[in-house]
């Protein structure tokens, strides 16, 4: 099996999830709820935790506080077997969290704090650390912008790593236009369906993903919640449909199939079945609360993704 060394850099959160919820209550009134659960997350800190658990060597870069927020995410990424080392803490800033209640039908609005996320730069992140990585996925860009995006990708490559890119904001072409410097050093660029059809205002999901093959990415897979994902590179378009499950909680499944595709092609799969990994990951997701649910591994992912 080839070694996969991923620095995951830029967005780390920490998770409060509620389920049970019926209403908001009125007044200063209580409410009794099933679970209330902390889990790691953000399109840095949630794919380390999964590509963790698929076996690849994992460090995160990024900034937290230096709150008990931090000492909550740090230990559960820790308990996870990501190396923290990269994770800054900044004194003025509170570390990034979201409560996310979840609705009885599936729905789950969410309350969130940007905090140290929104002051992550490339000072904090020691070049040198970076030696040595196969693979260097960035998530958020938006926070550094896409000059310090581009700069940081490009160094990457540089020294022989693979990249990709998740951004984490909605669609919009103002977005689009802020990372647009990073596209070209991005090799594999992973957005959900609204994010493109957001950025490029196409009118169909394929013609937005070869928009964002155009403006530099070397391949897009897109994520389509229950219709799975979409692959689109300058040789052609591919569909993969997602596995019928039963679904608890979606939360994280973006960062889920991230890990899983990327992982996929590090084992040497193509795209399609780098794409099967990481549909086959979200469906572990889907069925637990948080990215961190559950005990999948490579292995069972795998023997789930060939049922």
């Known amino acids: ?36 659960r902390f889990s790691p997350a953000g399109t840095a800190g949630g794919t380390a935790v999964v590509l963790s658990r698929l076996g690849a060597d994992v460090t995160s870069f990024g900034a937290v506080g230096t709150d008990p927020i931090a000492d909550t995410l740090l230990g559960l ?41 929104g002051a992550f730069t490339l000072d904090d992140l020691d070049l040198a650390a970076l030696e040595g990585m196969t693979h260097l996925h960035l998530g958020g860009p938006e926070f550094l912008g896409g000059e310090a995006a581009g700069q940081l990708l490009a160094h990457a490559h540089s020294i022989g790593a693979t990249t990709s890119l998740d951004v984490l904001a909605p669609g919009d072409p103002d977005m689009l236009a802020w990372i647009a410097d990073a596209l070209p050093h991005t090799d594999y660029l992973l957005p959900n369906d609204e994010q493109v059809l957001g950025f490029t205002g196409a009118a169909s999901l ?44 979606t939360t994280g499944c973006g960062d889920a199939f991230s890990a899983g ?25 889907a069925q637990g609360l948080g990215t961190d649910a559950g005990s999948y591994d490579l292995a069972s992912v795998r023997t789930f993704a060939a049922r």
Request: with cysteine; net charge negative.
């Open 1 to 36: 099996m080839s070694p996969m060394r991923i620095a995951c850099v830029g967005v780390h959160v920490l998770d409060t999830h509620v389920i049970g919820i019926e209403s908001i209550p009125a007044s200063s009134d209580g409410q009794l709820v099933e679970t209330i």
């Open 77 to 117: 990424l820790a308990r996870e077997g990501v190396a923290i080392s990269g994770l800054v803490r900044k004194d003025a800033h509170q570390t990034s969290a979201s409560v996310i209640p979840v609705r009885s039908n599936g729905d789950r609005p969410a309350w969130h704090c940007i905090g140290a996320n």
């Open 206 to 249: 394929v013609e937005g993903a070869q928009a964002l093959v155009a403006a530099g990415a070397g391949c897009v897979a897109v994520t389509q919640g229950a219709k799975g994902a979409l692959v689109v590179t300058t040789d052609g378009v591919l569909e993969v449909p997602a596995y019928e499950i039963d679904v608890v909680d």
């Open 261 to 285: 595709f990327l992982r996929g092609l590090a084992l040497g799969l193509d795209h399609r079945g780098a794409a099967e990994l990481g549909c086959a990951t979200a469906a572990q997701v």
